[in-house]
């Protein structure tokens, strides 16, 4: 039987496939237009989104929704999500065990959005995503193509808020994202 998006969340909302299960107080299982032709996946959520069950909420999330405005997007025209559904004990970063359980999740969201374009938010999305030995300080904005999907990343917005160097870069990275959603995505009329 082919996956709907009610039944896909509710198997995730029960999930108890990694020991993030013990500690989450909700499973993060995304949020935005679920017709999006653009997916930006993360690594796993933080205090706040674990809080709400709502990705990218706290800081990094206020950061994030404004890099989406630099470039005339919002969370109604895309989809985001992350590798892993439930919040890593005090922020870690997610164990391979953890991603490879929940890895699953995510493909069967992708499969259901069918999106043009992914964006990887840092380097854990990244090596997950696009390959195993993605180096995002050298990587960061470069496209690459899989059965027709173009996918690319950026530094993740709480690296940005910690060291707003990597900002200059990550907004010619931006200028990127836009120019291809323009040539890939032209009904989004960016």
């Known amino acids: 039987m082919a996956d709907t998006w009610e039944t896909l969340q509710s198997e995730c909302l029960h999930c108890h496939d990694c020991a993030l299960a013990e500690t989450r107080t909700h499973v993060v299982f995304g949020d935005g237009s679920r017709q999006a032709k653009i997916l930006l996946i993360g690594e796993g959520p ?28 919002d969370r109604e025209k895309v989809y985001i999500a992350n590798i892993v559904k439930c919040r890593p004990p005090h922020n870690r970063d997610p164990l391979n065990v953890e991603q490879d359980a929940c890895i699953g999740w995510l493909r069967r969201q992708t499969a259901l959005l069918r999106p043009k374009i992914i964006v990887c938010l840092g380097r854990i999305a990244a090596k997950a995503i696009i390959k195993e030995d993605f180096r995002i300080t050298s990587e960061h ?25 990597k900002r200059p870069e990550t907004f010619e990275d931006l200028k990127s994202i836009q120019a291809k959603i323009r040539e890939v995505c032209p009904e989004l009329g960016l």
């Open 46 to 73: 933080g205090q706040h989104e674990d809080e709400q069950g709502i990705p990218f909420v706290g800081k990094a999330g206020m950061l994030l929704d404004d890099m989406l405005e630099i470039i005339g997007l």
């Open 141 to 165: 904005g470069q496209w690459f193509s899989r059965s027709g999907v173009q996918m690319t990343a950026i530094y993740h917005p709480a690296a940005l808020l910690r060291d707003v160097g």
